[in-house]
């Protein structure tokens, strides 16, 4: 059933000011149809976060023909410069959340740093999608690893580290490990990698004893990762899987293409990301990280091929490639989930390699050659607008489309030594 036939909705084209009807929609979300509704009023969908990813919704919902609304302390957030309005206070400013409940008729988010407590004082008066519930769970390692287990998804061995005594009992066949704080890490940040009991006490001392988790380090072969988007109404569709590989931390290219995941993994892949978002009731776009372990490892046989590794509550780096490579993309399908409407099933109709462009390639503050990587076919070049470029920070991605693999794989390959990304 599609979400603008669902019994009990309230009617279509609601707007904030709609107010009870709003209110009495919350928890099972409304049809927010886009473009004005005749009186001049327009409907506004609100993202709190104004980094990239909350830029490319706000781009996915103008294009549709929504006003949105950006809450981000930062001036210049790359969402808050594109947006039709910018509330510029911090995520748990009570002035700031009241306008943003005041202009929007439904709320998002974009990065894992937004305080849940935050969404919850938006979720009472707003449909807000991911709730904050889940975006608790997926905040909190310690809290995402046990949903896992409840899944009966099987995650890497771990132990939580709170205290002296905590770190003192760790059992020795968790080491070498890799000690990640249970909160506010994204891109590599908040992680140690660790091998000896020496190098764990410091680790936790250097991360200030903030609560841990240890992971046992185990033999990758690959990384993947699966996008969905589930609706009010519990439908759901998914991306295909994605292959990514990561340098130092932090993702440095995926790739997209029949025959890049073998169909087996991708389709355990998928069944797995499906229960995680079902269990939790999900709603919004999700996108849940894997490792694929080297075939024939004591932990292959001990846990399985495919391990989690975690989630995010929100589009996700790994699948910029469907901006365009698929007729649908995960923007599209954030605004489709978060406004209450039909959700399809993307089809990708070209295979796709995206390149994350980081700040390093701006060095000596030098432009990157960006005219001859745009003479190579297939290339789409997408900057975010941040002004400061660092060192592992995400500027933007390039994202190469083409007829077959092998031509998706020769222009990237050229687009990388243009910029002087290494080769994969
Ligand atoms: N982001 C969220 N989780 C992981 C990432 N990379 C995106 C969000 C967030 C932005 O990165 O869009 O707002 C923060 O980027 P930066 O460069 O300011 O740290």
Not at 28 to 37: E, M, Q, W
Not at 58 to 73: C, K, S
Not at 98 to 108: G, H, P, S
Request: with cysteine.
């Amino acid at each position: 059933m599609s979400a603008a036939a669902a019994p009990g909705r309230p009617k279509q084209g609601t707007t904030p000011s709609g107010g009870s009807a709003v209110r009495a929609a919350t928890s099972v979300g409304a049809t927010f149809l886009p473009g004005s509704a005749g009186s001049g009023q327009q409907t506004t969908l609100g993202v709190m976060g104004g980094g990239q990813l909350g830029r490319m919704f706000v781009q996915a919902a103008q294009a549709m023909g929504y006003f949105t609304a950006v809450l981000d302390p930062d001036v210049v957030s790359p969402a808050g410069l594109v947006s039709h309005y910018h509330i510029q206070t911090d995520y748990l400013d009570q002035q700031g959340l009241a306008q943003l409940m005041q202009r929007c008729a439904a709320i998002t988010t974009e990065f894992e740093n937004v305080p849940a407590p935050a969404l919850m004082t938006l979720g009472a008066a707003r449909p807000v999608a991911p709730s904050a519930e889940a975006v608790g769970i997926a905040q909190d390692r310690v809290k995402e690893k046990a949903h896992f287990v409840r899944c009966g998804v099987p995650c890497a061995p771990y132990v939580v580290i709170e205290s002296a005594a905590q770190l003192a009992a760790v059992a020795d066949d968790l080491l070498p490990g890799i000690l990640k704080t249970a909160r506010m890490g994204y891109d590599g940040k908040g992680q140690v990698r660790v091998t000896t009991r020496a190098e764990l006490a410091s680790a936790w001392d250097e991360l200030q004893g903030a609560t841990c988790v240890l992971e046992k380090m185990l033999p990758l072969k690959a990384e993947c990762s699966v996008i969905v988007a589930r609706g009010w109404d519990g439908a759901m569709v998914n991306f295909p899987p994605q292959l990514n590989l990561h340098r130092a931390g932090i993702l440095a290219l995926t790739e997209v293409y029949e025959g890049a995941i073998s169909p087996a993994l991708a389709a355990r892949a998928i069944e797995a990301t499906k229960a995680i978002a079902e269990e939790l009731q999900y709603v919004g776009v999700l996108c849940v990280e894997f490792f694929v372990l080297e075939e024939g490892s004591a932990e292959a046989k001990a846990l399985g091929a495919l391990i989690v590794n975690e989630m995010a509550p929100r589009p996700h780096n790994s699948g910029h490639y469907s901006l365009d490579a698929c007729d649908l993309s995960q923007f599209d399908l954030q605004v489709r989930t978060l406004a209450g409407l039909p959700l399809v099933q993307p089809r990708q109709h070209s295979p796709a390699i995206m390149l994350n462009l980081l700040g390093d390639l701006w060095v000596n503050r030098t432009t990157p050659p960006w005219d001859q990587v745009l003479a190579l076919p297939g290339a789409h070049l997408h900057l975010y607008g941040k002004l400061a470029a660092a060192k592992g920070r995400k500027m933007g991605h390039l994202t190469l489309t083409g007829a077959s693999v092998a031509q998706v794989r020769t222009t990237a390959l050229a687009a990388a030594a243009c910029l002087g990304i290494e080769p994969f």
